[in-house]
């Protein structure tokens, strides 16, 4: 059974909106946290929204902040990023994460880097034109 499977990309015009979403196949609670990231061609990927696995707290990259809201559905067991006044610099590949194992150091806020996270989706594409 794949962990982690995106689905809700697509394209759109600037100021538009879309909604990812990544059904995990584990309870999320179980896991330390789940995140969405971005990678475009050519770019590092980025951490764009993470959540801890409670529920209890929300990070977002400065570039996003505002515009896109994460969330966790634990009965669905699905993560979702709601993306709002979307821009073309948002044109990526998104990547829904988690971290199963336990977390490498306590944090306030879950974290934002690649190297927190142990699982990966597949990603889904976020096409924005001008």
């Known amino acids: 059974q794949v962990p982690l499977v995106e689905s809700g990309g697509g394209s759109v015009q600037t100021g538009g909106s879309l909604r990812l979403s990544c059904a995990a196949s584990?309870?999320?609670?179980?896991?330390?946290?789940m995140a969405w990231f971005r990678q475009a061609p050519g770019k590092e990927r980025e951490g764009v929204a993470a959540?801890?696995?409670?529920?209890?707290?929300?990070n977002y990259a400065d570039s996003v902040k505002g515009r896109f809201t994460i969330s966790l559905d634990k009965v669905k067991k699905t993560l979702t990023l709601q993306m709002n006044s979307l821009k073309p610099e948002d044109t990526s590949f998104y990547y829904c994460?988690?971290?199963?194992?336990?977390?490498?150091?306590?944090?306030?806020?879950?974290?934002?880097?690649?190297?927190?996270?142990?699982?990966w989706g597949q990603g889904t594409q976020v096409t924005v034109s001008s």
């Open positions: 994460a988690a971290q199963l194992g336990p977390p490498a150091a306590w944090s306030y806020l879950p974290p934002l880097r690649r190297l927190e996270y142990d699982t």
């Open positions: 584990q309870e999320p609670s179980s896991t330390a946290y």
């Open positions: 959540i801890f696995g409670s529920g209890s707290r929300a």
